[in-house]
């Protein structure tokens, strides 16, 4: 198993231009999520989904979308890119997420940055 | 909102040392996790805390989850230079919420 995968690990965007970043899992996993990470900060939820087709909003979702066609995909679409959206960008599945023992795995991680 | 609060920010140790961090909140919560992220890698789940005064141990690391059900500590013993990285705590609710992270770097 790769687990779960990220691309690009980096990119350089500027203010106004759009960009997809990908995510893929092969544990058959319905959960995944995508957090920001910032400098001196912990990792802030963007937005989440339960399974192919169901997506959710999490903490931090505004200038961001999500889409959910297949269980292994969960790709994260930045329309109008500013630079508070510089950071480090991490995806994670988990099996489920009723119990806390559903441990989330998480992707290596996109490095962000938008001038 | 939920807000974890951790302490110290950055540790500088010296390899060999023990090293001792926790993690605080105002409110309760029933589950306690704690991550550690290294260089350029995602979070890895290190120990998970289910019980109110419960004490784990994963090799040399050992956390509590507060009696309180509002903090948890995590001590790692006889640092090496690979414990490098920063640790993270978490609560687990109907979503993960993320603590700012300790800093650690060990001095051989």
């Known amino acids: 198993n790769a687990g779960v995968t990220q691309t690009p690990k980096f990119r350089i965007l500027k203010i106004g231009q759009s960009m997809t970043l990908q995510c893929t899992q092969d544990?058959?996993?319905?959960?995944m999520y995508w957090y920001r990470q910032d400098p001196g900060m912990g990792l802030k939820l963007i937005y989440y989904s339960v399974g192919a087709g169901i997506t959710d909003k999490g903490e931090v979702p505004n200038g961001y979308n999500v889409s959910r066609s297949t269980t292994e995909d969960f790709p994260l679409r930045l329309e109008l890119a500013a630079p508070s959206q510089t950071s480090v960008y991490f995806c994670?599945?988990?099996?489920?997420?009723?119990?806390?023992?559903?441990?989330?795995?998480f992707g290596p991680g996109t490095r962000l940055t938008v001038l | 909102g939920k807000q974890l609060n951790q302490s110290p920010q950055s540790m500088f140790i010296q390899e060999g040392e023990d090293v001792s961090m926790n993690c605080t909140s105002s409110s309760i919560f029933n589950t306690w996790l704690w991550y550690k992220q290294d260089p350029g890698e995602g979070p890895v789940l290190l120990i998970a805390l289910y019980k109110a005064g419960e004490l784990t141990s994963n090799g040399r690391l050992t956390a509590q989850f507060g009696i309180t059900r509002k903090d948890s500590f995590l001590n790692i013993s006889a640092s090496i230079p690979s414990d490098v990285g920063i640790y993270f705590c978490?609560?687990?609710?109907?979503?993960?919420?993320f603590g700012a992270g300790t800093i650690l770097r060990v001095k051989s």
């Open positions: 544990m058959n996993h319905n959960y």
């Open positions: 994670a599945s988990s099996y489920l997420a009723r119990r806390v023992t559903d441990t989330q795995y």
């Open positions: 978490a609560v687990h609710g109907n979503k993960l919420v």
